[in-house]
């Protein structure tokens, strides 16, 4: 009792605190448009509201979602809220504060222009709050929400902002069983006369045993490690059967070779560099990532590119004096900085594997972080990445725009046609990546200029929290996706970014990740992982290895998801797949849990379907007329809806 009456009167004693919202970090805040603004708005201009001037606060943009946990902590929530003055157009706006599920305050509409309202909201007993700017049904257009003199008043620990409410990471992706799964590409495309590379991606025990019934002359397997090699001799579809068998069983899946001139008739699936390690890219690092593909089983569910990003080469300016030095030798040879010291050797290393490599310039003088690009030497460098080995070029604009000699669509897909025409010439099959961020509608042309890929947009690492808007628009170039043309949204961006020696989350939340990857199969996007490989952890690297998951990715129909049944916070993707059935995404973008339903007229199915979770692996039963289920916040449901048999 004595100890009990001693507690309290502390507790009591504790003086009550107040923080201001701008003194939080605030990066876990998401909005409509732009970041959070400190002390300013939106438009980087004082805040204002009603005519009046205010030194603190934050500068918002509907729709505004910040998570805070309170523990129980915080007592109260001030603040003057409103549309700023200098929004410049008729926005409207509804404030909400949500506290463990309820909803504790609602602000109404308000109008730009309205006198600014004094928000006041109690928050004892909240274990974890949800403040947000939502629009009030015009859309987000000038909805410049303030939330300004912001402050908490707090007893014991400040508000602390998080992404989201408490998720645990569950793993959904069944554990490989004992016996082979084989998960080949069934289409694999491949000019004839050139070096052919495929290590047979295939899950189960090993020892491993490969055997193939059709393949062409030329074309051997190494029956231990299921890597095929060699050279196709003429064009032409060589229709093989892939076998792998060990002591818990055997399986055999088709595996088309299709000799000519379309290369990645399936979305391109591997590991770049960039969001890992940046300007601290050595040799060693992409040795330890194509070592981690084969022993973390990446490579058994199709990852197979190893790909270096910028900063290879040699800089002008650089920290690390490694990094500088000439940029080409006396004959114009690219030079890579001293953290490569063998791009041959390297590449080498790669295929030792079964592995393909990958490598990035320029077409303008310097690459984006300021290496030695292309320029003027575009014919000798496709030589020389030939010559070391290379099989995919991603090639970013960065500094062209300096030396394009203008910007009508001919200047813009000039330095693509060209290093387009080089690669062709070339004798080893090497995939062209455009990166240019989606100028002048690259998706409609981007394949005629010679490139297998092209990024639709701007870098992804910025606009994680926009990643569904991300998907959707890039699923408005749907249209020009399909065998041997892919639309490029970027790198899958779960798990750990870099540098390596420090790795940090990306901070997608366990259900954001499983959209991710959902979004982007169902997109048919080539797949690129860009976290860091050596901190992966299980529930990452499942997210990435469904081999369910990744087979409406590379299947052959090459299909981008169409939206169907979008509404402000859940929508649908419906893919079709090669045999006749659906792949169908239900995604809630919403901040709370919510039943999304797929009628079958919006999937265009009718009758009697089975339909089977693809992330469990089950099959969920037969279903008529629609299937309906209860998503996560941020989070999918992913199914696959097909003929429902006798
Ligand atoms: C651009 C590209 C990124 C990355 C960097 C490297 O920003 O869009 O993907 O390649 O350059 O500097």
Sequence with gaps: MRRLALLCCLASAAAAETVYLNDLDLAPMRQGWGTP??????????????????????????????WLQLDGQTERFQAVIGIDDNANGAGSVVYQVWADGKRIYDSGVIKTGEPAKEMDVDLRGARQVLMLINDAGDGINFDHGDYCDARFTYTGAPPKPIVGP???????????????????????????????????????????????????????????????????????????????????????????????????????????????????????????????????????????????????????HHRDPQRQGPTRAADGTLLPNQHFPDMKALADYVHGRGLKAGLYTSPGPTTCAGFAGAWQHEAQDARTFADWGFDLLKYDWCSYGGVAGGNDLAAMQKPYRLMGELLKQQARDIQLNLCQYGMGNVWEWGAEVGGQSWRTAGDLGGELSRLFEVALHNCEHRAWNGPGAWNDPDYILVGNTGPAANPRPFGLTPNESYSFMSLWCLMASPLFYSGDMGSLDAFTLNVLCNPEVIELDQDPLGQCAAPAVLNAETFLLVKDLEDGSKAVGLFNRGEFPAEVTAPWAAIGVQGRRMVRDLWRGRELGVMEGSYTARVARHGVVLVKVAEAGP
């Design 37 to 66: 603004q400190l002390n300013r708005s939106i438009r980087e201009q004082p805040l204002s509201l009603g005519g009046k001037v205010f030194d603190k606060g934050v500068g918002s943009h509907a729709r505004s979602e910040l």
């Design 166 to 316: 408490d998720e645990e990471p569950v793993i959904l992706t069944p554990k490989p069983g004992p016996a082979p799964r084989l998960n080949n590409v069934k289409r694999y495309g491949c000019r004839p006369g050139h070096p052919f590379l495929y290590r047979i991606p295939c899950q189960g025990d090993r020892p491993l045993r490969f055997s193939a019934d059709g393949l062409p002359a030329g074309i051997q397997l190494d029956p231990g490690t299921g890597i095929l090699s060699g050279t196709v001799p003429a064009k032409g579809e060589y229709r093989v059967v892939l076998h792998a068998e060990n002591a818990a069983g055997k399986a055999e899946r088709p595996f088309t070779i299709v000799a000519g001139d379309t290369l990645a008739p399936t979305p391109p699936m591997g590991w770049n560099d960039w969001y890992a390690h940046y300007d601290n890219v050595t040799d060693a690092l992409m040795r330890q990532a194509a070592d981690l593909m084969l022993s973390n089983g990446m490579a058994d569910v199709g990852y197979a590119y190893v790909d270096i990003d910028d900063c290879w080469m040699t800089a002008e």
